[in-house]
């Protein structure tokens, strides 16, 4: 079975570009979960989905970011624009039902200079 | 408070020796608990689920203190390759929002 994919790996950018975080969830998993890692702040929940519908945004830090989820496969995580404080590792995961354990990507290591 | 608070240690072992890290969680109405491990650089793994009654799994032993709002892991006869940081979850209140701990790192020596 494949795992949570998650693209790209790495990421580095300047300052003030749009930058685009891709994930495709496990597939016959209904919820899809971001979220942020750093060495100070830990691992943030910045929102999830479940059936391709937001439930819960309150952990994206600002109008900068934005996520999509438009169909079961496939979702998208958007920071227009991008700011040097937003260098984390960001983590996409997916679960099969409520109450279940989360599947983890690879991450993306975003860099912004 | 936060939601979900452990102690960051880190904890430093020797091979063989028993080790236990405790969780607490803030949310009453919390379900559903879990043990995940990450290693350095790596993504968070699953490493077990947190039954009320108690669970085992090997080397590694999972509780759940639902009166004192607290989870606990115990690992037995500590191997090298346990050394990573260990990260304790809580579901919220329908079971779909997901907490992580900041970890507790555990380093265990030859």
């Known amino acids: 079975d494949a795992g949570v994919i998650q693209s790209p790996r790495h990421e580095v950018t300047e300052m003030g570009q749009e930058v685009t975080l891709r994930c495709k969830p496990i597939?016959?998993?209904?919820?899809l979960f971001w979220y942020r890692q750093t060495m100070m702040r830990g691992l943030e929940l910045l929102i999830y989905?479940?059936?391709?519908?937001?439930?819960?945004d309150s952990g994206m830090p600002e109008d900068r970011f934005s996520a999509k989820m438009p169909n079961a496969s496939f979702s998208t995580l958007k920071i227009q624009p991008s700011e040097p404080r937003d260098s984390a590792v960001y983590f996409c995961a997916s679960s099969r039902q409520n109450n279940s354990p989360l599947h983890f990507g690879n991450g993306t290591r975003l860099t912004v200079t | 408070r936060k939601e979900v608070e452990q102690d960051p240690g880190p904890f430093n072992v020797p091979e063989g020796a028993t080790v236990a890290f405790n969780c607490t969680y803030s949310?009453?109405?919390?379900?559903?608990f879990f043990w995940y491990r990450q290693d350095c650089r790596k993504e968070p793994k699953l490493l077990m689920s947190v039954y009320s009654s108690g669970n085992e799994d090997g080397r590694f032993t999972a509780q759940l203190n639902r009166a004192s709002q607290y989870i606990s892991l115990l690992i037995r006869d500590s191997k090298l390759s346990d050394s990573a940081t260990y990260l304790c979850?809580?579901?919220?209140?329908?079971?779909?929002?997901?907490?992580f701990g900041a970890g507790t790192r555990l380093f265990v020596k030859a």
């Open positions: 989905f479940n059936n391709n519908v937001p439930i819960d």
């Open positions: 979850v809580a579901l919220g209140t329908g079971g779909f929002k997901t907490i």
């Open positions: 597939s016959g998993h209904n919820s």
């Open positions: 949310n009453s109405a919390s379900q559903s």
